[in-house]
Nanobody, 124 residues
Framework: QLQASGGGSVQAGGSLRLSCTAS????????MAWFRQAPGRERESLAA????????SYSDSVKGRFTLSRDLAKNTVYLQMNSLKPEDTAVYSC???????????????????WGQGTLVTVSS
């Protein structure tokens, strides 16, 4: 089970940090990712970390503004979002997959487990 939190409303240029906590005893064997879906648009991949911790990937749309990190002791991954823009408004979801290679980290279909999503609203 994945529980996402940390969404809210912020003005353009502001920051938010999202959290995603997993209910598993083997969190260190899971690759984790963040996605978002804006109204009327398809789900978009944002960032992901391979279960080894050696590879973190970002989509071009958020590279340099968003940072993914994880805390193995807390079974949690974070998405630090800086310099937020109105176009970042969306429902943000986390996803997980146990094991696997790093070839599909940003592929939505690769992840079998999903959290419920948290809403981020950025006003201009």
């Amino acid at each position: 089970q994945l529980q996402a939190s940390g969404g809210g409303s912020v003005q353009a240029g502001g920051s938010l940090r999202l959290s995603c906590t997993a209910s598993t005893r083997t969190f260190n064997s899971y690759s984790m990712a963040w996605f978002r879906q804006a109204p009327g648009r398809e789900r978009e991949s944002l960032a992901a970390v391979h279960w080894t911790g050696r590879i973190t990937s970002y989509s071009d749309s958020v590279k340099g503004r968003f940072t993914l990190s994880r805390d193995l002791a807390k079974n949690t991954v974070y998405l630090q979002m800086n310099s937020l823009k109105p176009e970042d408004t969306a429902v943000y979801s986390c996803a997980a997959r146990e094991g696997g290679s790093a070839n599909n980290l940003l592929s939505e279909s690769w992840y079998p487990y999903w959290g419920q999503g948290t809403l981020v609203t950025v006003s201009s």
